[in-house]
């Protein structure tokens, strides 16, 4: 990647290597560590070592101890490491004091999450998102930071868009955030406006939700197959934030049944606080939904720490208690692996190979569809648009051309039924 003097000018062109550092403080953190190492990775880094200590706090001047800091220099000088992340989030005083003991560059797990959305960020919204969360991040740091918020394109950490000036300060960031608060809120308008446009079309929304590479687009695609509309399929790729932009696609089932389905961002451990408040109008896709489709990796050896960070995100969003349906995903790669201890909610599936979906299906239309009633009506042959709309919303179970006009019977949901109760039938009875 690039790196720029003071001047902004071009010095040389590389890839960054880097040396993980952490602060365990009694818990567990092997699992956090070596996400921090795929997180870098995501960015295009080459980590190269680690180090963690334990303490019952980070050290609030250097993040690690004197003497960890003193080994961590050594540890970067025998690698030729130009790049220390920190696993945890830093004060701008920590960063500054750590940036002098260690000669080298220091980022935070914040900081390298920020730079993996900037560079994925591909809408204008997301954009902006992006934008709001790096400012967010910086403005309480300004005093500890210094000249590091002063380089333009400096490499990890400092790319995007909020770096447009040399001498960025307070007073620009904050009236910054103002502008970008303003632009989203008309987002906001554009997007509640396409939303009650699908509340009138009567379409439910589901909306794929989960920990980051479980495979959500997979499971997008494969539903896109089923539903035969491979033209419109999703980008997938093994690795961590592949969607930041939430994209939408409309699945018709075999019997006509549609419903709108949306792949949202997915989650990460420690996931910023900054990022979550920048992002929560994309994720507000989530909290709209009718049913969600929490998607985990079943080949995870520690599965239950994903689900459980998931959720956590989801409550904090406000959709906790959504109506939702489990889905274990990649199974192909854990063919032991059984969902049933999970309740009757959870599902064994695989976006590779299809395994599951055809037990999926039904459940995912009994759940949006819950509230439908097989009934006759009878349309007068001048109004033959309605019998467009419930051909096109449904397959009639049965259909018969009359004197009067066209008797159907149809699973009608409380809302159609109400549209369409000038047109009711009595229900004819069964032909034995």
């Known amino acids: ?34 996400e921090l190492g795929s997180l870098a990775g995501a960015a295009g880094i080459r980590v190269d070592g680690m180090l963690v200590q334990n303490l019952d ?20 000088r025998n690698m030729d490491a130009d790049l220390v992340i920190a696993n945890d989030e830093l004060t701008g005083t920590q960063l500054r004091n750590m940036e002098q003991a260690l000669s080298v560059s220091v980022i935070d797990r914040t900081m390298l999450i ?32 210094g000249k590091a918020l002063s380089r333009l394109g400096g490499g990890i950490g400092t ?53 980051t590479n479980s495979g959500k687009s997979s499971v997008m695609n494969r539903f896109l197959s089923m539903a035969e509309r491979d033209d419109v399929q999703v980008e997938q790729k093994d690795l961590l934030f592949t969607t930041l932009d939430a994209s939408r696609r409309l699945i018709t089932l075999a019997d006509r049944s549609r419903f709108l389905l949306i792949d949202t961002v997915g989650f990460v451990s420690k996931l910023p ?66 969902a049933l201890a999970y309740g009757p909610h959870a599902y064994a599936v695989s976006a590779k190979t299809g395994q599951g979906f055809d037990a999926l299906l039904p459940r995912i239309r009994d759940m949006l569809w819950s509230d439908r009633v097989e009934t006759d009506v009878l349309i007068p042959y001048d109004r033959g648009d309605l019998v467009s709309y419930l051909c096109a919303k449904m397959t009639p179970a049965r259909i018969a051309h009359t004197e009067t006009g066209t008797r159907m019977s149809v699973a009608l949901s409380a809302e159609d039924r109400k549209r369409f109760s000038p047109y009711l039938a009595p229900k004819e009875p069964d032909v034995p």
């Not at 706090?57 to 250097?62: D, I, L, N, R, V």
């Not at 920020?114 to 005093?143: H, N, T």
């Not at 300060?169 to 446009?197: F, L, S, Y």
């Open 159 to 211: 790319r995007g868009p909020g770096e447009k000036k040399l001498e960025t300060d307070r007073r620009h960031i904050e009236r910054r955030i103002r502008d970008i608060t303003r632009e989203m809120r008309r987002h906001r308008q554009h997007r509640g406006v396409r939303r009650a446009r699908s509340d009138r079309s009567g379409l439910p929304i589901v909306a794929l939700t989960g920990y």
């Open 273 to 338: 606080h900054t990022l979550v408040e920048a992002f929560h109008s994309t994720l507000e896709e989530v909290v709209d939904a009718d049913l969600l489709l929490h998607v985990a990796d079943a080949s995870f050896p520690d599965v239950d720490f994903h689900i459980d960070v998931t959720r956590s995100v989801l409550t904090e969003l406000g959709a906790g208690d959504k109506p939702m349906l489990l889905l274990f995903n990649k199974v192909d790669l854990a063919p032991d692996f059984s």
């Open 114 to 145: 920020l730079d993996i959305f900037a560079s994925r960020a591909m809408s204008r919204e997301g954009k902006l998102q992006v934008e709001m969360a790096q400012l967010q991040y910086r403005l309480p740091r300004l005093s500890g930071l």
């Open 1 to 34: 990647m690039l790196r720029f003097d003071e001047g902004n000018r071009v010095i040389r062109s590389e890839e960054h290597t880097a040396i993980l550092a952490g602060v365990d403080t009694g818990e567990d953190i092997s699992y956090s560590m070596q």
């Open 57 to 76: 706090a980070a050290h609030p001047g250097t993040y690690l101890g004197k003497g960890k800091m003193t080994e961590l220099a050594e540890l970067c």
